[in-house]
Every structure is written in structure tokens, then in C-alpha cells.
């Protein structure tokens, strides 16, 4: 108790004045009241809030000072958000914690409470070497020298700097593995050319990744290699790589030689669904997804990318139902904020194409939204990528209109195949173009059905590209191709 009293009269002497937490038992304080409206989505500006608390539009100095003190108690509760292992991995969560209690630490050691200070930090020690967090390891090390040299404890001092000589090195080697994966991820995360471009430094790096894991059987190195070995895969287009690598990570857990905080369960179902996905076993993917959503937070980044892939599933699957209601589920007005604008334009474009598959046999009812359609930024620009999608989804629209004239489409057909769709990883999206152009220039269905065959058989056996290219079919080009036909069938009835 006495080191409670202590405690309670530090707060007291050194913390806030006033409560920082928010009242929210009381409805009919300001507070309460504006965090319910922002809860409901009631109130989208400044002007609505003070609508809604005073009856004004009216932006007083009493609502600023409202707000202002609104942000900061909210800012406060951060520090009582308790991560799970609901939605997050083990050392997500123990890093949280170690922070917690390095943060209390360090606070105690400078209000001269040496001894619990010193309890705090063995603490971290403990809980950092069980989870494999390297760097909040020696951080509280470094804190327990200097409160040995506070108290000119040499021994202690001595005994503690050969731990921190032992880890070190390999804080060094997680941090090289560190600094190799933060540029991948950040080098590959642009258009689709400059991710092509990676693909020739991939196994150099994964060979480097690979001998520093070997060498230091770090777990935090493991899980970084794993995930580039996955992006690697993923380029080249083996999904039966994927599988593999993903069985690879699960029997080193189990052997308990990848440390179970380390092992990114999520990761792994999140990868195994795109791998089904890309190897065309949709029933085992959609059923995967479904269970596996629940495992993210919901309109959290990850879960938009299981989603999406969920979504991807559905239209491959050809179930366009259950597509445009996951997509509803997905785009719920007020988690746009959550996500950037290039995914949202990305289920924007899989939103276009499942409407319109969905409503082709009401040939006159198919409208798409062209007024977002001409606010894309960033899809368009990447020509051997996105934008070839919208161009089809172009061509679709054009087809799905009996009076429109196709003879303009086909040159801009013939003048993009030429100009951007070249080399051997753009054989399934030249190919699917020539089969859009013979569409749109013959004017005999049954000419376009056999000449389309032929070329339609060359479709199917031409693999996919590989991730680099992937995202071009929202939709696989065997299955647009018979919406063409159907298109031009409707056509000729009209």
C-alpha cells in the first residue's frame, strides 16, 4: 500500500489537473453528446456539431474551446486502448505493453523512484525476450545502467553490459533485414512497370535475407524474408510457390523455431486466399474468406485487402451477387477516410464491373457512374495496368448500347494494343484485345464466335503473368469474352 500512496500522491503533484478521461455515463454534458453525434455519423462539419449542440451554425469561441478540449481528452484515452490478439499479432501487442511499461519507467527513474523503476524495466526485459523485440530489450538494459550509475552499482553495471555486447549484433542484423524490407515494400508499392522492374533484384535479396535468418535464427528476420519470399511468388507467378512458403512457415512454427509471436497467422490466410484466388480454386477461396474476415478488424487496411480479394473471388466465381453485396458491405459511407484513394479507386473498378455484370441481361438499364468514373487519378496512369481495365470497362459499355458505333472503339483498341501492351507478360491482355477488336470491327456474330474461338483457346493457355500484371483481369478475360458474345447477340435482337 505504501508504494500505492506514493503512486497517488505523484499523480496527484505531477499529472493533469482535472479528469482527462471522458464522461460518457453522463448523455447531456457537450462531451457525451458530441461523441455520440460523431459515433452515429450525425454530424459530417463544424457547422453540423454546433447545429446539433446549439442550435447555431454559428462557430463560437465556446464550441473552439469545446473541441479543443475534446481532441485532447480523446488523444488521452489512447493511452488506455488495449490492442488484442483479436486483430493484432502477439508482438504488436507485446511491443504495446513493453512501451507501457518503458513509458512508466522512465517516468518513476526521473521522479527518483529508483526501485520500481527498476521493476518496470525488468519487466520489459522479460516480456521482450519471450516475444523477440530485440531493440526494447536493450532500451531497458540501457535504462537499468543508468540506474546502476545513479547508485554506483559497478557490478550490475558490468553484469548488464554483457548482455547488451551479446545483443546488439543481432539488433544490428534485425534492423540490415529491416532496412532490406522497408525498401522492397516501399519500392514496389507504385504502377506496375516499376514493380515488374524489381522482379530481377528479388532473389539476390531473398538469398541475403535467407543467410541472415540462418545466422542469427531471429524470428523477427524470418518473418520479413517470409513476406518478401511471398512478393517474389507472387511476381512470378507461382501460387503453388505460395502454398508451399506459407507450409514452410507453419511447420517452423510448429517446431517451435519461428517464436509463435512472430507468426503471422493473418498474413498467412490472407496470402493462402489470394494464392486460391490466382489458382482458380474459387469455391476453396471463398469459403477461406468468409471464415477469415472475421479474423481482421473491420475497415481496417487489412481487412479492405481480404476484402478485396473476397471480392475478386465472388466475381471470378461468377456469383455477381454476392460480389456487388460484399462491395456494398465494403464501401459503407464514413470508413472511406480509413483507406487511400488508390484503393478506393480500385474498388471502384471492380464496383463498375460487377454492376455491370450483374445487369447485363437488362441491356437498357446498364448506367455506370461515368462522374466518378472521370475523377480516377490515379488508375489511368497506369497504362499496362488499371487503366486497360477501364478501357474495357469502356469497350463493355459501348457494347451494352445497340445504337452506339463500334468503329471508333476498335481503332482506339488497335492504337493502345500497339502502344503499351508488349512483351511476353502482356500476352493474355494482347490477346483478349484482338478479340475485342474482331468484336467491334466484324459485323457477323457468327464470324466473331468462330474466329474468336481460335483465339479464345490461345487465351487459356496462356498463363498469368504473375502479380506484376495480375490486377489487370478484375474479371478473367474468358469469362468477359462471353459477356461479348451475349452483348453482340443482344445487339443484333435490338
Known sequence: MEELSRLVKLINRHGQKGSVLLNLQDEHTLEARLFRLLEESKVRTDQDATFALYGSETLTSNYRMLKSR???????????????????????????????????????????????????????????????????????????????????????????????????????????????????????????????????????????????????????????????????????????????????????????????????????????????????RYEEGLTLAAEAVNHFDQFSSNWYAVMENYILLALHARQYGLAVSLLEGALTEGHHAKISDIILERFELIRLHALLLEKVSWIDKVELKESFKGQLAFLPKDKTGFNLALLQLDILEVLAKPKNDLEQQAERVRKYTSKYLKGEKAERPRLFMRMLQLALQEHSLAVVQERGEKLLNKLKVTPLPGDAFAEVEVVPYEHLWALVLELLELRQKH
Not at 79 to 85: G, I, M, P, S
Not at 156 to 184: G, N, T, V
Open 70 to 280: 475534446f481532441r485532447k481528452k480523446l488523444n488521452n484515452h489512447l493511452h488506455l486502448v488495449k490492442l488484442t490478439d483479436k486483430y493484432f499479432d502477439q508482438h504488436i501487442i507485446a511491443t504495446q505493453e513493453c512501451l507501457s511499461l518503458l513509458h512508466n519507467g522512465f517516468t518513476l527513474m526521473q521522479l527518483s523512484e529508483q526501485r520500481m523503476a527498476d521493476r518496470k524495466f525488468d519487466q520489459v526485459w522479460e516480456l521482450a525476450k519471450e516475444n523477440e523485440l530485440t531493440d526494447l530489450g536493450i532500451k531497458a538494459l540501457e535504462y537499468k545502467q543508468t540506474l546502476c550509475a545513479n547508485s554506483g552499482n559497478l557490478k550490475e553495471y558490468m553484469r548488464l553490459d554483457s548482455l547488451l555486447h551479446q545483443e546488439r549484433p543481432l539488433r544490428a542484423a534485425e534492423q540490415e533485414a529491416l532496412k532490406i524490407y522497408h525498401l522492397c515494400m516501399v519500392q514496389q508499392k507504385t504502377n506496375v512497370k516499376a514493380r515488374a522492374a524489381l522482379l530481377s533484384q528479388y532473389p539476390d535479396t531473398l538469398a541475403h535475407m535467407r543467410s541472415i535468418w540462418q545466422s542469427t535464427g531471429s524470428s523477427v528476420v524470418y518473418s520479413y524474408y517470409h513476406i518478401l519470399r511471398i512478393n517474389y511468388l507472387e511476381f512470378s507467378g507461382n501460387y503453388e510457390g505460395v502454398v508451399e512458403a506459407v507450409i514452410e512457415a507453419n511447420k517452423l512454427h510448429t517446431k517451435g523455431l519461428i517464436n509463435k509471436a512472430w507468426y503471422n497467422h493473418r498474413f498467412n490466410l490472407h496470402i493462402q486466399i489470394y494464392a486460391l484466388l490466382r489458382s482458380k
